[in-house]
């Protein structure tokens, strides 16, 4: 599969002197800053990035590819400033792609279904020069409680790109494997597949024994089911029709890894007089509304209306943050923007608790609570004071703090981190033909804490319908005479468009997490896709009878 989003890769450079600044489409200002600096040989205090909007991302902007460097250098050379921005053919060769790869799983159950063992081999293709590999066999291998466990990857180099992280890097392809043993396995011991599910669904984290920071998996499946309409169905493979179309239902585990940042996150907050605000981080918004979810964490911490707040960022001279990739971007950024917003209402308080003027001196700060820019006594709210109010009395035209979150070391954690959900899907197979058409797909997450409720949906059903583009469209062809992709366009390379586009239905199980980060943010970027194209899979062999076992599921393996 390769990367196409509607803004492709590009690059402005411009030097002044020995300073760089480059405006880049990248989903980590920071990283590209220290990256591009070492590459060149010149301070990272020397590189200055923005990269306020990107036109999607999904992981082929996470890294720094050759182009960003090469137009920094040609800037230098002609002493102006450079633009360089990749074709979409360009796209194809110049910036990564999901890896080819080849999937063997050996399932061991009893008659039960509880399963006792699985071997699970991954073989795939990196370039000439670079050893990378997608982890297809994390949320394959931490799903279920198996006890005898393998997980091999094999890599072998050949003549092609260094591959990349793709959306639901190397999940969505393990989990199509495995999902369809798993839906294989339930017809083989006539079991419903979600109870099969249900009965070996890892209570705690496999590898280490403990327990999840926070679960919801039962939840997504029984929720799905329901909404679904999963127990009408006739569970005998082809026996629904309707005219020419065999109909045909499947479902699949959903599952991403919770990962956490090795750096410490940051982020400033500062209140005018006039009781506006501005919190600033170097993050970038990658099309996921960033931008909005972190104004309403800061207006949140503040204690102030969210049209009081503005939200800065896009520009490394700012507090400094990770990339957003792995569905983390969410959950670090907010803890920064939690931090430095709730530091400055704290700062504010104690002012207001020493200042001999305020109605609230002497108080125990602990008894105060801030609601719409006011600070009051919980027991008595009309004893209190604006943050305007506060300000100008002593004189001051703002006040500001810096927030950072320290993330811990996974390795240090005594628990296990994961999100987890269910995905469903109808389709519909032209007898004759073939042809495969999504009906409907429903999926239920738990990713923690839900920040804002509309842009969580939208990542997520965006992932569900790109998990139907890997699952019956997407895929590209190499040309053997002359080694190049075949089809590097938009008119060849098939991606779903309005016309493929089902009925999604999306749900969100809120589970409680007081470990991944302060807010208890899991992220939702990445599980909208895993489980997507096994579960049109497991759906096609329910119409058909027919197990697909390549993407995408073309006609030929049907007819």
């Known amino acids: 599969n390769h990367h196409n989003p509607i803004e492709p890769s590009a690059t402005t450079a411009v030097w002044d002197g020995d300073r760089l600044t480059l405006y880049d489409a990248t989903q980590g200002v920071t990283a590209s800053q220290l990256t591009v600096a070492q590459l060149l040989g010149v301070p990272p205090s020397n590189v200055r990035v923005f990269a306020r909007f990107v036109g999607g991302g999904f992981g082929c902007k996470a890294m720094i590819w050759p182009h960003v460097t090469l137009a920094a250098l040609a800037a230098r050379h002609v002493a102006r400033p450079v633009k360089l921005a990749l074709t979409r053919e360009q796209m194809f060769s110049s910036c990564g792609h999901r890896e080819e790869q080849e999937q063997r799983v050996e399932l061991a159950a009893g008659r039960d279904g509880r399963l006792t063992a699985l071997r699970h081999h991954k073989f795939s293709l990196t370039s000439p020069f670079d050893e990378w590999a997608e982890p297809s066999l994390g949320v394959a291998g931490m ?38 043993a798993m839906d294989e396995l339930a017809y083989l011991l006539d079991i419903d597949p979600v ?26 499946y029984l929720r799905g089911a329901q909404r679904f309409g999963w127990h009408e169905r006739d569970s005998r493979p082809g026996v629904r029709r309707e005219g020419d179309w065999l109909i045909g239902t499947g479902m699949a585990t959903a599952g991403y890894p919770a990962y956490l940042p090795t750096q410490p996150q940051r982020a400033r907050a500062r209140l005018y007089a006039d009781g506006s605000a501005v919190v600033q981080s170097a993050t970038q918004d990658v099309g996921t509304g960033t931008a909005t979810v972190m ?52 700062q504010l308080v104690s002012l207001a608790v020493a200042d001999d003027g305020s109605p609230l001196h002497a108080a125990d700060p602990g008894t105060l609570v801030v609601r719409d820019g006011r600070i009051a006594l919980r027991r008595d709210p009309d004893i209190g004071e604006t943050y305007q109010e506060l300000l100008r009395r002593n004189f001051l035209t703002d006040a500001d703090a810096l927030g950072s979150w320290n993330p811990p070391s996974p390795a240090s954690m005594p628990y296990g981190l994961m999100t987890f959900g269910a995905q469903f899907a109808e389709v519909a197979v032209d007898a004759d033909l073939g042809i495969v058409r999504v009906r409907r797909l429903t999926g239920v997450f738990a990713p ?45 390379y098939l991606v779903p468009v309005n016309a493929d586009a089902p009925d999604v239905d999306v749900e969100f199980v809120e589970v409680e997490d007081k470990v991944v ?43």
């Open 195 to 220: 109870e099969l599910r249900l009965r070996n669904h890892a209570e705690a984290d496999p590898a280490t024994g403990h327990p999840w920071s926070s679960d919801g998996a039962r939840e997504c």
């Open 295 to 346: 104004t309403q964490v800061a207006a949140d911490g503040l204690g102030i209306p969210v049209d009081r707040v503005r939200f800065d960022y896009g520009d490394t001279d700012l507090p400094n943050t990770s990339a957003a990739v792995g569905s983390a971007g969410a959950g670090m950024v907010s803890a920064a923007v939690h931090a430095a917003a709730t530091a400055l209402r704290d």
């Open 143 to 180: 799903a279920y409680t198996i006890p005898n466990y393998a997980g091999v990857y094999r890599l072998a180099r050949a003549n092609t790109m260094t591959p990349t992280f793709t959306r639901g890097p190397g999940e969505t392809s393990g989990m199509f494997a495995l999902e369809s």
């Open 517 to 559: 980060n302060p807010l208890g943010v899991k992220g939702c970027g990445e599980i909208g896709q895993v489980g997507v194209a096994a579960a049109i899979g497991n759906a096609v062999f329910h119409a058909t009878g027919r197990r697909a076992r390549e993407l995408p599921i073309r006609v030929e393996h049907l007819l």
């Open 448 to 492: 923690g804490r839900l920040l804002n409720a509309k842009t969580a949906r939208s990542q997520v059903m965006g992932g569900m319908l790109w998990g139907l583009g890997q699952g019956l469209l997407e895929a590209a062809l190499m040309d053997g005479r002359d080694g190049r992709w075949a089809n590097a366009s938009l008119g060849e």
